[in-house]
């Protein structure tokens, strides 16, 4: 699978297409606070190209404003990044949301290996909370959404592309649109857990799994440290109280399970 069935399963108008490529120097500028992140851009990204716009005039839903954020237009990128580590690989995910002002949904792929199944990022955006000092200033709002294609089963990352079509998302806004695909992206990083792609029926339903997800994972990360200590620990009542603090652990975690 590669970024191109990604944008196809999409099924954007023709108007809304965009197909430009995006200058590094936009995003040094924009969105490399540090000099180590200049580098990893230059060094990192193949190439970066503006796939299409999601406007009023271009696909007919309307725009959005409240006192938290504005979205008057979505945009959908795509990122060719060269052979880097997987932690470097999520910095320049995390540069070029933050490099665009726009809610963004990014296609990442390797450059060395574009057949290989890419992966699937949004985030949320708001007005930065001292706005009026900062021009309007637009900032992230909360993580990064993303699922790695590669870790689903076929069967979940066809539900997934089917899920993600424009139609199929709620048309109130284009920001429900946008909400619509974190939906979708949510559904399919909990089938990990489930075994079972399943659209959340409400936005309260959605907001649920997604805090879920987020404890599942913190939860695991707090879950392998705990089991590294205790593989490694010589005295016996230690061993009991961090065999205590797993069973809790997991406790918790089946818990947060439950509610995906």
């Known amino acids: ?147 790695d294609l590669a870790s689903l089963t076929p069967q979940v990352r066809t539900e997934l592309l089917a899920a993600l079509a424009l139609a199929r998302q709620p048309r109130a806004t284009l920001y429900t649109v946008y909400r619509g695909w974190i939906d979708g992206v949510l559904a399919a990083e909990a089938a990990k857990h489930t075994g079972a792609f399943t659209a959340a029926e409400t936005p309260q339903r959605a907001a649920e799994r997604q805090a879920a997800l987020q404890a599942c994972t913190s939860l695991e990360a707090a879950i392998a440290s705990l089991r590294s200590a205790a593989a490694k620990e010589k005295q016996m009542a230690r061993q009991v109280d961090l065999n205590l603090q797993l069973k809790r652990l997991q406790a918790q975690h089946d818990e947060a399970r439950r509610k995906l």
Request: charged share 25%.
């Open 1 to 147: 699978m590669t970024p191109d069935e990604v944008i196809e399963a999409l099924a954007l108008p023709r108007e809304a297409m965009v197909g430009q490529r995006v200058p590094k120097t936009l995003l040094v500028e924009n969105g490399a606070p540090t000099a180590a992140d200049k580098r990893l851009i230059e060094g990192g990204v193949e190439e970066l190209r503006w796939i299409a716009a999601l406007k009023p005039t271009t696909v007919g839903i309307a725009a959005f404003r409240d006192s938290t954020r504005e979205v008057v237009e979505v945009a959908v990128l795509s990122l060719s990044v060269r052979e880097v580590t997987g932690t470097k690989i999520a910095r320049l995910v995390e540069l070029v949301h933050r490099a665009i002002p726009y809610h963004l949904m990014l296609i990442t792929a390797a450059a060395a290996s574009p057949s290989s199944p890419p992966t699937i990022s949004l985030a949320d955006k708001r007005w930065a909370q001292n706005r009026g000092g900062e021009g309007g200033k637009v900032v992230l709002d909360g993580d990064i959404v993303e699922s």
